[in-house]
């Protein structure tokens, strides 16, 4: 059995530094990660790390986004480490989002945890993955993503150099985190606008030298369309709790109004 088709097309499509656009999910719901799964994303991500969901969830979300045949599943693990990137990848993500990276060696090492020799130290064990991503290592290797988050002072000033790792697919700008690298007191603060819209550039700049894809979480599709703009290559919108509460707010306004 081969990658799927939705694996593979999405693999050529993020190293072809084409436009693809995913959703974020934070909850343990597969039911509504299903629904939104068939929307027309391009990828689902899971938010392992600040995400309300543990392995089970994980695994669930990933099958409920597969269930549809249309959107792949990403995970961002909770920590670059080999236990953390292969359980997600075993469960079946088509690809990996791994945090906190500040150096090339740590993107290396990413990169290595996701592969399975010779190029890496991945374990086998594809327990779920072998029904979508291989199960023959070469070809888990070719479809399988792998993107480093910048979102530390020593990741953004070795960005140039992490976006040159070999294996490397991409990096990924978590911008609440970028926020305070350069200085904010808290994400967003208007303060360090400047700042914030020149380490946006670094980054899609390294990655376009580079030649692999530049990610960024967005807080709206109107802001995604923006990144595109200014020259990342995907992007991830809101999340699930967060439409959650706003559409359950709007609703009340609604029906809260005096005639």
């Known amino acids: 059995m081969t990658s799927s088709p939705q694996v593979l097309e999405f693999a050529r499509k993020i190293r072809a530094r084409e436009r693809a656009v995913g959703y974020w999910c934070v909850l343990d719901a597969p039911v509504a990660t299903e629904r939104i799964a068939l929307l027309g994303y391009d990828y689902v991500a899971l938010d392992a790390q600040h995400g309300l969901l543990g392995y089970s969830g994980v695994l669930h979300g990933l099958m409920a986004i597969d269930a549809g045949q249309r959107a792949v599943g990403l995970v961002r693990v909770d920590d670059n480490n080999p236990t953390s990137i292969g359980r997600a990848l075993d469960a079946g993500a088509a690809g990996v989002i791994v945090p906190l990276v500040d150096t090339a060696e740590q993107a290396a090492a990413a990169v290595a945890a996701a592969k399975y020799p ?55 700008v978590g911008p609440s985190d970028l926020s305070l690298a350069v200085g904010g007191a808290f994400p967003g603060d208007p303060a360090i606008q400047a700042e ?4 946006l550039a670094a980054v899609a700049d390294a990655a376009a030298t580079a030649g692999v894809a530049a990610g960024i979480h967005t807080a709206a599709g ?38």
Do not use: W
């Not at 199960?135 to 140039?160: C, D, H, R």
């Not at 709007?250 to 005639?259: G, I, Q």
């Open 118 to 172: 010779p190029l890496g130290r991945r374990s086998y064990g594809p327990m779920r993955s072998a029904l979508r991503v291989g199960p023959i290592p070469a070809e888990a290797n070719a479809s399988t993503l792998v993107f480093a988050m910048i979102e530390t002072p020593e990741g953004l000033a070795n960005v140039k150099d992490i976006c040159a790792t070999p294996g490397l697919d991409g990096v990924y």
């Open 196 to 199: 914030f819209d020149e380490a």
């Open 222 to 259: 109107t802001i995604a369309a923006q990144r595109f703009q200014q020259g990342f290559t995907f992007a991830s919108v809101a999340s699930d709790l967060t439409h959650l509460e706003l559409a359950a707010k709007a609703h009340l306004d609604a029906a809260s109004t005096e005639d």
